[in-house]
């Protein structure tokens, strides 16, 4: 009797490990690693862009002060992360500049059409705008204090605030 529960206990404490162990991924066999999105995760490597950044979809290595695509394993002292979006700003050394899109104003309803005769104003950038039918205003710094960060590639300022006009 004595046996027996020993051998339970024993078979208890081996049994998840033993799990781990067959449920794992091995090195090698396919798996995919999923890297962790670098600008979701650390503040201040990517810039803020327009809705239209150019689509890198990479893996990159930073240091804590720069990107650099991803070839084999990161040097000491670096991360491996995902990145959608950037642009690669030095080739000799694969250093890139990791980019945030920031959605369009026009997407979420804070567009109006650009009024008879009035030409394209050359304003364009970040904006804060509020609930719906509410004025944005530009954004300082690319902070907003109240509503949301979105981007205008053709606004005009008035004293009552800023209209984002529909690009089209």
């Known amino acids: 009797m004595m046996r027996s529960k ?25 798996a995919q690693i999923v890297l962790t999105p670098l600008c979701n995760s650390v503040y201040g490597a990517c810039e803020l862009s327009p809705p239209d950044a150019p689509l890198l979809e990479a893996e990159v290595c930073w240091n804590g002060t720069e990107t650099t695509l991803k070839s084999g394993d990161c040097a000491t002292g670096s991360r491996a992360f995902a990145l959608q979006y950037g642009e690669v700003i030095d080739p000799v050394n694969q250093v890139v500049m990791g980019l945030k899109p920031v ?18 104003s050359p304003d364009e950038g970040f904006l804060c705008c509020g609930g719906s039918g509410e004025p944005c205003s530009v954004a300082d710094d690319d902070i907003c204090t109240m509503g949301d960060l979105l981007y205008c590639f053709d606004y005009t300022e008035s004293d009552s605030g800023v209209t984002c006009h529909d690009e089209e």
């Open 103 to 120: 959605p369009n104003a026009c997407d979420h309803g804070f567009c109006s059409p650009m009024p008879d005769g009035q030409e394209p």
């Open 6 to 30: 020993k051998s339970i206990s024993i078979l208890t404490l081996l049994l998840p490990a033993a799990a781990v162990v067959l449920l794992s991924p091995a090195r090698g066999d396919g």
